[in-house]
Structures are given as structure tokens and as C-alpha cells.
């Protein structure tokens, strides 16, 4: 079985893939932790062995290891955790046998980031023709993919959350309140919160719209739109911008590339 590691900004997410070798996967078991560099891979096997057993396997079910990550400082201490624990040695996405294998069509192919270029294998893999890939993270990322599988550019947005916290830190009387859906379409607010949500949520719909309607004007064919990341569900009921929403779509992405090294 094949464990992959999507280290975010704000959270690890670790998935237990079953692969039979012929490109079928599917997810047994998924845990999530805080991002913490510091965390060692000590400290990463306490939790992650109990889970394991927890969920009726054994660590010698493990035969393969794959980490995608965002926050580099993390890649030593997760690397820890597979030689020390699992006597494995992990695959780095991006590197060695887990190159990406896709053209980076940018000014700057090095900085783009794992979870994206991540995105952009597994969209290409799952769904056809030209994508816009929207990863609802810590920030918010717009990816264009083509229809040959290459990135070809996007944007980089505050997370909701993010801009959330610039407005309650920096004035003096409005307070904290949780993202969620709206009660009603109305956007005149009846008091503060009310107020503050519609802002925030409606606000965040139009700019993600507006982005989306701007990129498919340039891309100049069609492009099916791909929303990942643990707000998606959240902003899907509210607009008709989304072709599909897919909560695996990086995970997915480090399993296909892992699937690439095996063969």
C-alpha cells in the first residue's frame, strides 16, 4: 500500500492508498495533523502508528511512501518517519523518480509550488480537454492546465480565512466570526455579523467568479473548472462556476506520481 503526505501550510494530510498496478487506486484511510516544521518524525510515528492500527493495519502494509510538500522544512523529519518507522525511503514529489513530467509553461517553472504542480497531474489524468484547477487553501490558487497536460499559469489569492483575520485584526470593534453559508441571498446585512459574512463570503464568490470568467476570456477555448481544497463543498452551493469538485485531487496527484516511479 502506498502512504502519501500532502503537507499544506496549515495542515498534513496523510492518505493510505490500495493500488493494484494498473492506474485503480483508492483511499483506505486518511489523517490530518497541524503543520508544524519542528514536529519530528518521532513525534510523527506516535500519532500516525496508533492510527494505522486504529484503522486495522500494520505498519509492514506499507511498501511505498510519497510526500508532496509546500514547507520544505518538513520534508526532513517526514523522511525521518518512513526510514526510521517504515525502513522506506520516501519519494519527494518533484525530484529523482517523482519529477513532475509535465511542461511548466511560466517565466519561472522552479517556484512553482508541489500542491499545484500536484493539481495539475492529477486534473490532467482525471478529467479531459482544457481545466482551471481553484484550490481553496490557505491562499487560494487559480491554475490553468491545457489540454496537452500543461500548466500554463494562474493566480494566487488571500484564503477567505486569511482575509477574514486582516479585517477582525486590524480595526477595533468588529469581532470574530466563523466562515459559513449564508441564511439567505440577501446581500444588505441587518447587523454586524450579518454584515461582516456577507462581505467576506459573498465577496470572496464575486472575486472568485470574476478570476475564473477573466481566465477562460484568455485561455479563448473552453475550460472545465476544478474545485479542491476543504472549502470547495462550502462555496459550490453558491455559484454554477464548478464542473467538479474533487477533495483528493492533490492526494491523487502524489499517488499517480508514485504509480509513475513504480513502473
Request: hydrophobic share 45%; net charge negative.
Amino acid at each position: 500500500m502506498l502512504l502519501a503526505a500532502d503537507v499544506g501550510n496549515t495542515n498534513v494530510v496523510f492518505a493510505l492508498y490500495a493500488m493494484d498496478g494498473k492506474g485503480g487506486r483508492e483511499i483506505k484511510a486518511r489523517w490530518r495533523i497541524a503543520t508544524d516544521p519542528r514536529r519530528t518524525g518521532d513525534e510523527y510515528a506516535v500519532w500516525l502508528l496508533q492510527l494505522l492500527q486504529i484503522e486495522g493495519f500494520a505498519r509492514t502494509d506499507v511498501t511505498q511512501i510519497i510526500i508532496g510538500s509546500v514547507v520544505p522544512r518538513a520534508i526532513h523529519n517526514l523522511t525521518v518517519l518512513a526510514e526510521k518507522y517504515f525502513s522506506i525511503t520516501p519519494l519527494i514529489a518533484g525530484e529523482g523518480a517523482a519529477e513532475w513530467g509535465f511542461l511548466i509553461d511560466v517565466d519561472e517553472p522552479r517556484s512553482l509550488g508541489a500542491d499545484r504542480a500536484l493539481n495539475t497531474i492529477a486534473a490532467h489524468e482525471k478529467y479531459p480537454g482544457d481545466k482551471i484547477v481553484v484550490d481553496f487553501g490557505t491562499a487560494t490558487t487559480f491554475d490553468a492546465v491545457d489540454f496537452n497536460g500543461a500548466y500554463k499559469g494562474g493566480i494566487i489569492a488571500p484564503g477567505i480565512n486569511l482575509s477574514l483575520d486582516a479585517l477582525v485584526g486590524n480595526t477595533a470593534k468588529l469581532p470574530r466570526i466563523a466562515i459559513r453559508s449564508p441564511e439567505s441571498d440577501s446581500v444588505m446585512g441587518r447587523n454586524t455579523e450579518d454584515q461582516m459574512l456577507i462581505g467576506v463570503f459573498w465577496g470572496y464568490i464575486a472575486m472568485m467568479e470574476g478570476l475564473i470568467e477573466r481566465m477562460r476570456q484568455q485561455i479563448g477555448r473552453p475550460a472545465m473548472v476544478i474545485a479542491t481544497g476543504g472549502l470547495a463543498i462550502l462555496f459550490d452551493k453558491h455559484t454554477r462556476m464548478f464542473g467538479a469538485v474533487d477533495a483528493d485531487l492533490t492526494l491523487d496527484g502524489l499517488a499517480i506520481l508514485a504509480e509513475r516511479a513504480a513502473r
